[in-house]
């Protein structure tokens, strides 16, 4: 049936359009004191906090499966008296009304419950038509006017209802107390005022409105489409939505998430990170920010009031669409000035911004969509456009965190115990027991009302409670931009193992009560006393390298008897080594880096714990560990994961084999040890603010489960760099464990490894070897060539040496001029540079024993004769050097090829090797001569690359190059081609 009339529209006048959109003011104020308040009903009725979050999706669920129906019916309704709209305004308005007296005097949680539910259909019966109706009503000119009136009533009724329950306390003396110990008298009071101005208001519009009349009444069927079921026809009208609507549907579903974001978090966001205020010891200061979020909130609906009244003058000058664009960036302002406010009373003028958007997107999408839709089906449309609203808050409401909470006492028996929470927004999921009664496991739910604050939990055990309290600390601000940044070969990275660097602090150089108590510089496997803040002293000499990342061996605390130095031996994850200066100096390093524009990269294990780890020395269960009969090494051949003919002893070998006796390998198919993984990452990007990690002996681990930790910290940072080492012999086996483009069962989400392959099969035998057909620098490119079973091989982290292996000098024989050759090709070739501590000043040492490459870098230590960082005491040669390499990583900074251009190689010939960085800005020719005789070149010969360059610059000595130029034997030149 089509009940559309398509006549012309009168112009109505402007107390016709107010009696017409008045009842939109009762509706908004029924639907604000619910919103308002129906959390604080529950508790008030012994709901526990925890139980309240999943309630949060009654309205959106509701909305989303009503709007569409009520809109599909109204379209095929006609009433003499009461005409198309106006029966389902009168419906809805007797039922919500009745509600919301029914509402405050629920006996039950789950009565309430219900009635919420009843009330959240029968607010959407009465409101999905009122859109429809201002657009049956009015013509195209006075459309945006109509909507811009119901904006004003939707900020005027925000604000009155949600200052009603103070305004009777406060001005009316109504009582706060309970009703019968249920309800607050002034919270009962507002809902029976609500009821009234509900009903009130939409009544007043259907007695003092009318609408047009079918365009042919006698006219039963809509012979345009054929009838369809209510189902078949929303999903009809969705397939076949006008692009206007979809355009409009998508600028909606962008917009919406950040105003339930705002929502959610807001009140939270100004009491602890502009208040300063904390729920569980600074609770007055944490309420006063609540107070405060709560009153700048009421000027943002104040401003949507007012606003709404000039919307049809900025309509009448630049149109709508620009008036919602204009409206939209200024709110979008808005919400982002309140990342940079420290003053509260700024927030008056934030919220105001967005009060400006508010009064937008509350009537210019629905004026510019009833101009696109067909007149007789206003009503559905205008509810399926409503998905688009639903369906972010949806997505928002959903979003929540499940953490588990491992609780240990060695003086408790917690074989049979319980754990309570009475803390709002957390709830108990389950309690996990184990064999060792030393432990106990809770999994807690953080729903989006829980705001930080110590947790405490409740553990009642053999009779007895006890407190624990665990923090629930706020979430950092600004994910992707101050932390969690991820890499890029834009960036370069500088290696370090703190003990060796520098000492910053020597009073924490040795700390009663833990195993290693050795302090010894001339012992090469015995403390030294380098920490956290000698690393941090020297960050600007760093960046005189052209260094944007931070990596350290780990920094986690290492309580074993011996070999503490490397930091590879976790004895407790959840704790910064002391000796290092604990959390306190991470997290100072940490800013320090960020303020410099710097980025901090942990060094993460995932595959082992230190003997003296308490989940060794006194496991939950025997499963927290592999197990064997006997001590079992894994064998270190990673073939054994991915062979097609592979044993399975020997797969399992590899994986579940124990990296040394004072390393117990983790068991990672225990899934609460994979939780203990996945949460400690998460808390230390959250806690340390850390921008990527690197995982150490990722080739041991369980790929499987190394998948699903690396996508959960994906999910909480999307833009988190995870690079594993992958010690493995040549590059397939390299790219089986980064994304690749093999088609096989697994596969890996890691985003890049250590390109040992590019080290071992390329750079050194390139300058190392004779050349020949299948040796030398040939091997360079032959590695090189094989980036294509990579789906992103410039994520490779390339590098020269590290703690494990001979320093790059004594590789190359001590060979200045080779030295300089693969530091100028680190600079160059595509992935993510990594240089390591000291080997820009040519330290030399192998790696039997790895001591030896771990030596101390000259001047971080008071009284060190020699001075890296000032230049004191360096031989000419290895000032040289760093003047090199600096020169070399001062051009890399203000490079764009090299950052992030793109790269083209040429096979060597009698082994001159030709390769070429380049974008639409740049073009940087790297000529590599690694025979024992200078070579001739011609830019002619590589015209792909050339053409159109007359020659260029050489960037370390700044000496120009002609089109033909000749390069000394075993040397290198990185030339900027000019025209």
């Given at each position: 049936?089509?009940?559309?009339?398509?006549?012309?529209?009168?112009?109505?006048?402007?107390?016709?359009?107010?009696?017409?959109?008045?009842?939109?003011?009762?509706?908004?104020?029924?639907?604000?004191?619910?919103?308002?308040?129906?959390?604080?009903?529950?508790?008030?009725?012994?709901?526990?906090?925890?139980?309240?979050?999943?309630?949060?999706?009654?309205?959106?669920?509701?909305?989303?499966?009503?709007?569409?129906?009520?809109?599909?019916?109204?379209?095929?309704?006609?009433?003499?008296?009461?005409?198309?709209?106006?029966?389902?305004?009168?419906?809805?308005?007797?039922?919500?009304?009745?509600?919301?007296?029914?509402?405050?005097?629920?006996?039950?949680?789950?009565?309430?419950?219900?009635?919420?539910?009843?009330?959240?259909?029968?607010?959407?019966?009465?409101?999905?038509?009122?859109?429809?109706?201002?657009?049956?009503?009015?013509?195209?000119?006075?459309?945006?006017?109509?909507?811009?009136?119901?904006?004003?009533?939707?900020?005027?009724?925000?604000?009155?209802?949600?200052?009603?329950?103070?305004?009777?306390?406060?001005?009316?003396?109504?009582?706060?107390?309970?009703?019968?110990?249920?309800?607050?008298?002034?919270?009962?009071?507002?809902?029976?005022?609500?009821?009234?101005?509900?009903?009130?208001?939409?009544?007043?519009?259907?007695?003092?409105?009318?609408?047009?009349?079918?365009?042919?009444?006698?006219?039963?069927?809509?012979?345009?489409?054929?009838?369809?079921?209510?189902?078949?026809?929303?999903?009809?009208?969705?397939?076949?939505?006008?692009?206007?609507?979809?355009?409009?549907?998508?600028?909606?579903?962008?917009?919406?998430?950040?105003?339930?974001?705002?929502?959610?978090?807001?009140?939270?966001?100004?009491?602890?990170?502009?208040?300063?205020?904390?729920?569980?010891?600074?609770?007055?200061?944490?309420?006063?920010?609540?107070?405060?979020?709560?009153?700048?909130?009421?000027?943002?609906?104040?401003?949507?009031?007012?606003?709404?009244?000039?919307?049809?003058?900025?309509?009448?000058?630049?149109?709508?669409?620009?008036?919602?664009?204009?409206?939209?960036?200024?709110?979008?302002?808005?919400?982002?000035?309140?990342?940079f406010v420290d003053q509260p009373n700024l927030l008056y003028v934030s919220m105001g911004l967005v009060g400006i958007a508010w009064a937008s997107i509350l009537s210019m999408p629905y004026s510019m969509l009833a101009g696109f839709i067909p007149e007789h089906k206003m009503g559905i449309y205008m509810g399926i456009f409503n998905f688009f609203i639903v369906l972010p808050e949806i997505i928002a409401s959903m979003k929540y965190n499940q953490v588990q909470v491992l609780l240990r006492s060695t003086d408790a028996d917690f074989s049979k115990a319980t754990i309570a929470v009475n803390y709002p927004g957390v709830k108990v999921l389950k309690i996990h027991h184990f064999e060792n009664g030393h432990y106990i496991a809770v999994d807690l739910e953080i729903g989006a009302i829980a705001k930080p604050g110590n947790v405490q939990l409740k553990i009642t055990a053999t009779g007895k409670t006890t407190n624990f309290n665990w923090p629930l600390l706020p979430r950092r601000k600004n994910r992707g931009v101050d932390f969690a940044q991820g890499l890029s070969a834009a960036d370069l990275i500088y290696f370090l193992m703190p003990d060796r660097f520098s000492n910053g602090d020597p009073t924490n150089d040795q700390i009663p009560g833990l195993k290693d108590q050795s302090l010894n510089r001339s012992e090469i496997f015995l403390r030294h006393g380098g920490d956290l803040q000698g690393v941090a002293k020297h960050l600007d000499y760093m960046q005189k390298l052209g260094v944007t990342s931070l990596w350290m061996t780990p920094v986690v605390e290492n309580d074993m008897p011996d070999r503490t130095e490397h930091g590879y031996a976790a004895t407790n994850n959840y704790k910064t080594e002391t000796r290092f200066g604990g959390d306190k100096a991470y997290l100072a390093l940490s800013d320090s880096l960020h303020k410099r524009g710097m980025k901090l990269i942990q060094d993460i294990v995932y595959n082992h714990f230190g003997r003296f780890h308490f989940l060794v020395q006194d496991a939950p269960d025997k499963n927290w560990l592999h197990q064997w009969p006997t001590y079992t090494q894994t064998h270190y051949r990673e073939q054994a994961v991915f062979d097609p003919y592979h044993s399975a002893a020997d797969a399992k070998r590899m994986i579940d084999g124990w990296f040394t006796t004072e390393m117990p390998d983790i068991n990672h198919e225990h899934p609460m040890v994979e939780k203990y993984l996945t949460q400690n990452a998460i808390w230390s990007v959250e806690t340390f603010g850390v921008d990527a990690f690197r995982v150490d002996t990722y080739k041991y681990c369980n790929v499987e489960v190394m998948n699903r930790l690396n996508k959960a910290l994906l999910d909480e940072y999307p833009k988190i760099f995870t690079f594993g080492e992958c010690w493995v012999d040549g590059v397939a086996s390299q790219a089986y464990y980064v994304e690749n483009n093999f088609n096989l069962p697994f596969k890996s989400n890691l985003k890049a490894t250590s390109d040992f392959s590019l080290l071992f099969g390329g750079i050194m035998p390139a300058l190392n070897e004779a050349n020949g057909w299948s040796t030398g620098v040939i091997k360079l490119y032959n590695t090189l060539a094989s980036d294509f079973l990579y789906k992103k091989a410039n994520n490779n982290v390339t590098f020269l040496d590290n703690h494990d292996m001979t320093r790059i000098h004594s590789s190359l024989g001590e060979s200045i001029p080779k030295t300089k050759m693969a530091y100028a090709w680190l600079y160059t070739c595509r992935g993510i540079p990594q240089l390591y501590y000291g080997s820009e000043i040519l330290m030399k040492g192998i790696s039997n024993p790895d001591g030896w490459v771990r030596l101390d870098f000259p001047g971080g230590w008071e009284g060190d004769q020699k001075n890296a960082f000032t230049e004191t005491g360096l031989s000419s040669d290895e000032a040289d050097f760093l003047h090199y390499v600096q020169a070399l990583g001062s051009y890399r900074t203000k490079s764009s090829a090299l950052k992030t251009g793109d790269m083209m190689q040429y096979i060597p010939e009698d082994g001159l090797y030709v390769y070429f960085r380049y974008d639409s800005n740049q073009t940087i020719m790297c000529v590599m001569n690694t025979d024992n005789k200078s070579r001739n070149v011609n830019l002619l010969k590589y015209a792909e690359r050339t053409t159109g360059f007359k020659g260029g610059k050489e960037i370390i000595s700044g000496n120009q190059i002609g089109a033909s130029f000749s390069i000394p034997a075993m040397s290198m030149q990185i030339i900027e081609l000019t025209k």
């Amino acid at each position: 049936m089509n009940t559309a009339y398509t006549g012309e529209k009168v112009k109505m006048s402007f107390w016709q359009i107010w009696n017409m959109c008045f009842g939109f003011f009762g509706i908004q104020f029924g639907w604000s004191l619910q919103m308002g308040n129906m959390s604080a009903i529950y508790e008030f009725l012994g709901a526990a906090p925890d139980e309240i979050p999943g309630l949060w999706l009654a309205a959106p669920m509701t909305g989303l499966i009503v709007q569409p129906i009520v809109g599909y019916l109204s379209d095929r309704t006609w009433h003499p008296k009461l005409g198309r709209r106006r029966p389902f305004f009168l419906i809805g308005a007797i039922l919500s009304s009745a509600l919301l007296f029914v509402m405050p005097n629920s006996p039950t949680v789950w009565m309430a419950a219900g009635v919420l539910w009843i009330l959240d259909s029968s607010i959407n019966i009465t409101m999905e038509p009122f859109r429809a109706f201002v657009a049956d009503n009015l013509n195209e000119k006075q459309r945006s006017f109509g909507f811009a009136m119901q904006s004003m009533f939707i900020g005027l009724a925000s604000f009155i209802a949600g200052y009603l329950p103070q305004l009777l306390a406060n001005w009316f003396d109504v009582s706060r107390d309970k009703i019968n110990g249920s309800i607050p008298q002034n919270i009962l009071m507002s809902f029976y005022i609500g009821g009234a101005v509900f009903f009130v208001s939409v009544l007043y519009t259907i007695i003092t409105s009318k609408e047009y009349p079918p365009s042919n009444p006698s006219k039963k069927e809509d012979t345009e489409t054929p009838q369809l079921g209510i189902v078949q026809e929303i999903i009809h009208s969705i397939k076949h939505m006008p692009i206007q609507m979809k355009r409009l549907a998508l600028v909606n579903f962008i917009t919406w998430p950040g105003l339930f974001l705002m929502w959610f978090y807001y009140s939270t966001g100004v009491a602890t990170q502009i208040f300063h205020g904390d729920p569980a010891t600074n609770s007055e200061v944490f309420t006063l920010g609540l107070e405060h979020a709560n009153t700048t909130s009421a000027i943002l609906n104040l401003v949507t009031f007012g606003f709404s009244f000039t919307l049809p003058f900025w309509v009448s000058r630049i149109g709508k669409k620009y008036t919602h664009t204009l409206c939209l960036m200024i709110g979008g302002l808005g919400l982002v000035s309140v990342y940079f406010v420290d003053q509260p009373n700024l927030l008056y003028v934030s919220m105001g911004l967005v009060g400006i958007a508010w009064a937008s997107i509350l009537s210019m999408p629905y004026s510019m969509l009833a101009g696109f839709i067909p007149e007789h089906k206003m009503g559905i449309y205008m509810g399926i456009f409503n998905f688009f609203i639903v369906l972010p808050e949806i997505i928002a409401s959903m979003k929540y965190n499940q953490v588990q909470v491992l609780l240990r006492s060695t003086d408790a028996d917690f074989s049979k115990a319980t754990i309570a929470v009475n803390y709002p927004g957390v709830k108990v999921l389950k309690i996990h027991h184990f064999e060792n009664g030393h432990y106990i496991a809770v999994d807690l739910e953080i729903g989006a009302i829980a705001k930080p604050g110590n947790v405490q939990l409740k553990i009642t055990a053999t009779g007895k409670t006890t407190n624990f309290n665990w923090p629930l600390l706020p979430r950092r601000k600004n994910r992707g931009v101050d932390f969690a940044q991820g890499l890029s070969a834009a960036d370069l990275i500088y290696f370090l193992m703190p003990d060796r660097f520098s000492n910053g602090d020597p009073t924490n150089d040795q700390i009663p009560g833990l195993k290693d108590q050795s302090l010894n510089r001339s012992e090469i496997f015995l403390r030294h006393g380098g920490d956290l803040q000698g690393v941090a002293k020297h960050l600007d000499y760093m960046q005189k390298l052209g260094v944007t990342s931070l990596w350290m061996t780990p920094v986690v605390e290492n309580d074993m008897p011996d070999r503490t130095e490397h930091g590879y031996a976790a004895t407790n994850n959840y704790k910064t080594e002391t000796r290092f200066g604990g959390d306190k100096a991470y997290l100072a390093l940490s800013d320090s880096l960020h303020k410099r524009g710097m980025k901090l990269i942990q060094d993460i294990v995932y595959n082992h714990f230190g003997r003296f780890h308490f989940l060794v020395q006194d496991a939950p269960d025997k499963n927290w560990l592999h197990q064997w009969p006997t001590y079992t090494q894994t064998h270190y051949r990673e073939q054994a994961v991915f062979d097609p003919y592979h044993s399975a002893a020997d797969a399992k070998r590899m994986i579940d084999g124990w990296f040394t006796t004072e390393m117990p390998d983790i068991n990672h198919e225990h899934p609460m040890v994979e939780k203990y993984l996945t949460q400690n990452a998460i808390w230390s990007v959250e806690t340390f603010g850390v921008d990527a990690f690197r995982v150490d002996t990722y080739k041991y681990c369980n790929v499987e489960v190394m998948n699903r930790l690396n996508k959960a910290l994906l999910d909480e940072y999307p833009k988190i760099f995870t690079f594993g080492e992958c010690w493995v012999d040549g590059v397939a086996s390299q790219a089986y464990y980064v994304e690749n483009n093999f088609n096989l069962p697994f596969k890996s989400n890691l985003k890049a490894t250590s390109d040992f392959s590019l080290l071992f099969g390329g750079i050194m035998p390139a300058l190392n070897e004779a050349n020949g057909w299948s040796t030398g620098v040939i091997k360079l490119y032959n590695t090189l060539a094989s980036d294509f079973l990579y789906k992103k091989a410039n994520n490779n982290v390339t590098f020269l040496d590290n703690h494990d292996m001979t320093r790059i000098h004594s590789s190359l024989g001590e060979s200045i001029p080779k030295t300089k050759m693969a530091y100028a090709w680190l600079y160059t070739c595509r992935g993510i540079p990594q240089l390591y501590y000291g080997s820009e000043i040519l330290m030399k040492g192998i790696s039997n024993p790895d001591g030896w490459v771990r030596l101390d870098f000259p001047g971080g230590w008071e009284g060190d004769q020699k001075n890296a960082f000032t230049e004191t005491g360096l031989s000419s040669d290895e000032a040289d050097f760093l003047h090199y390499v600096q020169a070399l990583g001062s051009y890399r900074t203000k490079s764009s090829a090299l950052k992030t251009g793109d790269m083209m190689q040429y096979i060597p010939e009698d082994g001159l090797y030709v390769y070429f960085r380049y974008d639409s800005n740049q073009t940087i020719m790297c000529v590599m001569n690694t025979d024992n005789k200078s070579r001739n070149v011609n830019l002619l010969k590589y015209a792909e690359r050339t053409t159109g360059f007359k020659g260029g610059k050489e960037i370390i000595s700044g000496n120009q190059i002609g089109a033909s130029f000749s390069i000394p034997a075993m040397s290198m030149q990185i030339i900027e081609l000019t025209k």
